[in-house]
Nanobody, 127 residues
Framework: QLQASGGGLVQAGGSLRLSCAAS?????????????MGWFRQAPGKEREFVAAIIWSGGSTYYADSVKGRFTISRDNAKNTVYLQMNSLKPEDTAVYYCASAASSGSIYYTGTYDYWGQGTQVTVSS
């Protein structure tokens, strides 16, 4: 299971850090080169979109162009947790943010690649 937390209300230009903790099997136990954790977001009336992802072994990171330079994804093996540090937040970042895990190969940007999803945490950025 994945449990996302850390959302809230923040003014434009502010920061938030989202966390996604996993229970059960540890991420590092998968041992596959392509096991990844991702963050997606969904604004009202819009489709869920890719935000960031990290390859668990090796730590390679990927970002949507809209958040590149402002958001940072990271992981903590010991805590079995992935984080999304969000800086310089904009009103257009307002959405429900979801974390997800993928144990199979496939596009890192595609929602269908991911097997398990957290419940989502609301991020609201006021102007």
């Amino acid at each position: 299971q994945l449990q996302a937390s850390g959302g809230g209300l923040v003014q434009a230009g502010g920061s938030l850090r989202l966390s996604c903790a996993a229970s059960g099997r540890t991420f590092s136990s998968y041992g596959m080169g392509w096991f990844r954790m991702g963050w997606f977001r969904q604004a009202p009336g819009k489709e869920r979109e890719f935000v960031a992802a990290i390859i668990w072994s090796g730590g390679s990171t990927y970002y949507a162009d809209s958040v590149k330079g402002r958001f940072t994804i990271s992981r903590d093996n010991a805590k079995n947790t992935v984080y999304l540090q969000m800086n310089s937040l904009k009103p257009e970042d307002t959405a429900v943010y979801y974390c997800a895990s993928a144990a199979s190969s496939g596009s890192i940007y595609y929602t269908g690649t991911y097997d398990y999803w957290g419940q989502g945490t609301q991020v609201t950025v006021s102007s």
